[in-house]
T-cell receptor
Framework: DTEVTQTPKHLVMGMTNKKSLKCEQHMGHRAMYWYKQKAKKPPELMFVYSYEKLSINESVPSRFSPECPNSSLLNLHLHALQPEDSALYLC????????????FGQGTRLTVV | GEDVEQSLFLSVREGDSSVINCTYTDSSSTYLYWYKQEPGAGLQLLTYIFSNMDMKQDQRLTVLLNKKDKHLSLRIADTQTGDSAIYFCAESIYGNNRLAFGKGNQVVVIP
């Protein structure tokens, strides 16, 4: 199983809503990542978790709150988002945070209205 | 810092070869990657090259690295319609798994 599974595939939320994006992998990887990708732009790193601890936060606004409940799961909690936060949110994992190969999920297409 | 540049659009006929180029600025980059992204989908790692290599071939894909010019290219032989996608080059520095992506190059394969 070399899959990174993200749910939901699509999400529409209002600016006052609270929602969560989920990411799961069963490859035994100990590093997991959240990237944000705006339309026609490259992905930009948001967070890195290494061994279930947050190791990198790329100055992401606090309305995005990551959580790593265990080594297989990574969540991104969303609250009070703005329309400009609409994007494709990609989860990735790798063996460790110093590993060469990262596997990406299919992404969650988020629209904030 | 890491700064990766790519050209934007390439149209190629099915069966021809396509070449996508990328330049990077960080000379301490250790690994350079090519990712493929089909419409509405996530990123698929196609191949990567270690910075002490000049070339890597994997089936229809050939990666060339010119360290002196900080130039990376991806050649796709016998391009097929399923190769239509956006291709991103990316770099990382050993010990730091932040990936810095180029702007991406859209490849459209014409049947």
């Amino acid at each position: 199983d070399t899959e990174v599974t993200q749910t939901p595939k699509h999400l529409v939320m209002g600016m006052t809503n609270k929602k969560s994006l989920k990411c799961e992998q069963h490859m035994g990887h100990r590093a997991m990542y959240w990237y944000k990708q705006k339309a026609k732009k490259p992905p930009e790193l948001m967070f890195v978790y290494s061994y279930e601890k947050l190791s990198i936060n790329e100055s992401v606004p606090s309305r995005f709150s990551p959580e790593c409940p265990n080594s297989s799961l990574l969540n991104l909690h969303l609250h009070a988002l703005q329309p400009e936060d609409s994007a494709l949110y990609l989860c990735a994992s790798s063996q460790t945070d110093r590993d060469t190969e990262a596997f990406f999920g299919q992404g969650t297409r988020l629209t904030v209205v | 810092g890491e700064d990766v540049e790519q050209s934007l659009f390439l149209s190629v006929r099915e069966g021809d070869s396509s070449v996508i180029n990328c330049t990077y600025t960080d000379s301490s980059s250790t690994y350079l990657y090519w990712y493929k992204q089909e419409p509405g989908a996530g990123l698929q790692l196609l191949t990567y090259i270690f910075s002490n290599m000049d070339m890597k071939q994997d089936q229809r894909l050939t990666v060339l690295l010119n360290k002196k010019d900080k130039h990376l290219s991806l050649r796709i032989a016998d391009t097929q319609t399923g190769d239509s996608a956006i291709y991103f080059c990316a770099e990382s520095i050993y010990g730091n798994n932040r990936l810095a992506f180029g702007k991406g190059n859209q490849v459209v394969v014409i049947p």
